[in-house]
C-alpha cells in the first residue's frame, strides 16, 4: 500500500514506541516525515532506520511540544520548508506512578501539559498550518488531511495509581471531539487512538516484573501485551483517506482489555 505518496507528515514522540513505529509505518506508504522529539540522537535513529527502505524520507526536528515557543517555531519550520501539513500524529506523551494523596500540585500539571497542552499547542500551531493550505484549494477538490491524538485506555477506564495520566487521557479524547466540529469545515478529519497496554519504553519497567505481565494478560482477552507496530496500523488507518468518513471518533486497542 501506497496510502502516503506526497504527503508531508508530523509525528511528536517519533524517538521510540508508538511514535517511532507510527513514523516508520506512514514513510514506508510514501510519506515524509518529520520526527519531533527532545533527544536529537533518537529521532536521528529512527531517521536513519527509515532511510534503509525509504531514503530522504525523515527529517529530525529537536522541539518541546509542551512549550508553546517551540511549537511556534516548529510550524513556522514546517510552513516555510513544505508549505503545507496532511497529517498530524499527536503521540508525545507520558506519566509517572503516584496515588492522589501523594502527589505534588506541580506533577499534577506537568503531566497535564504532557498529555494535554502539547496537543493543545501542536493541534493549534500546525493546524494553522493545515487550515492555511486547506483554504488555498477549491473545496470540491481538497485534499485528505488528518489529525491522529495518541490517546489511552486510561482514558477510558483509570488505571492504578495514574489519576493524572488517565485523567489528561480522558481530556484528550473530548478535546478531539471539539476539535473535529472545529476543523470539520477545512477538510480536516481528527480522530483519537486508545492503546491498551503496549510494549515501549513508557512501560518497559513494569513489564520487568512478572507479576504485573500475568495480571495483564489475566485482564486482557486476547491475553498479550500489544506490540507498537499494532497501535500504529491503526494510527496509518485513521490518518489515511481509508477513514475519509471518520472524525470525533476514538478507537480503543486494546487487546480486549475493557470487556473482560
Ligand atoms: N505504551 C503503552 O502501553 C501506552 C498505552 C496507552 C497510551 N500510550 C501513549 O502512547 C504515546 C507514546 O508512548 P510510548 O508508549 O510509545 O512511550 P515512549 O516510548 O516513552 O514515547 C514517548 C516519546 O515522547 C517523547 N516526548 C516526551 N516528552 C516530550 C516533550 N515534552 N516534547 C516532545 N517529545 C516528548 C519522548 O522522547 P524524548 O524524551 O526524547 O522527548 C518519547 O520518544 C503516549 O502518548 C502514551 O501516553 C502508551
Known amino acids: 500500500m501506497n496510502r502516503f505518496s506526497g504527503c508531508i507528515s508530523v509525528i511528536t514522540g517519533a524517538g521510540s514506541g508508538i511514535g517511532k513505529a507510527a513514523a516508520i509505518r506512514l514513510a514506508q506508504e510514501g510519506s515524509k516525515v518529520i520526527l519531533v522529539g527532545r533527544t536529537r540522537e533518537k529521532l536521528m535513529n529512527v531517521a536513519d532506520e527509515i532511510h534503509q527502505s525509504a531514503p530522504e524520507s525523515a527529517g529530525v526536528y529537536v522541539a518541546d511540544v509542551t512549550d508553546e515557543h517551540d511549537v ?6 514546517v510552513k516555510s520548508t513544505y508549505g503545507d501539513l496532511h ?22 500539571d ?20 493545515m487550515i492555511s493550505a486547506a483554504s488555498r484549494e477549491d473545496s470540491n477538490q481538497r485534499k485528505d488531511r488528518a489529525i491522529v491524538n495518541v490517546a489511552s485506555l486510561s482514558g477510558h477506564k483509570p488505571g ?12 484528550v479524547i473530548n478535546f478531539t ?14 480522530n483519537s487512538v486508545s492503546p491498551g497496554f503496549v ?15 500475568e ?15 499494532e497501535i500504529a496500523n491503526v494510527i496509518a488507518f485513521l490518518a489515511s483517506q481509508e477513514s475519509s468518513y471518520m472524525t470525533g471518533s476514538d478507537v480503543l486497542v486494546d487487546g480486549g482489555w475493557l470487556i473482560t
Do not use: C
Not at 113 to 129: D, I, M, P, Q
Not at 160 to 171: E, F, L, M
Open 160 to 171: 492504578a495509581r495514574i489519576p493524572h495520566y488517565s485523567a489528561s487521557k480522558a481530556a
Open 199 to 213: 510494549e515501549t519504553p513508557l512501560t518497559e519497567k513494569g513489564l520487568q516484573n512478572d507479576s504485573f505481565v
Open 110 to 129: 506537568q503531566v497535564f501539559a504532557l498529555n494535554l497542552r502539547s496537543v493543545f499547542l501542536v493541534s493549534k500551531l500546525l493546524g494553522h498550518v
Open 87 to 108: 497529517v498530524l500524529i499527536n503521540n508525545a506523551g507520558g506519566s509517572f506512578y503516584s496515588s492522589v494523596s501523594h502527589l505534588p500540585a506541580e506533577e499534577w
Open 177 to 190: 471531539k471539539a476539535l473535529a466540529g472545529e476543523y470539520a469545515p477545512y477538510g480536516i478529519r481528527v
Open 72 to 77: 511556534t517555531v516548529l510550524a513556522q519550520y
Open 215 to 229: 495480571a495483564i494478560k489475566r485482564h486482557t482477552a486476547l491475553k498479550r501485551v500489544g506490540r507498537p507496530d
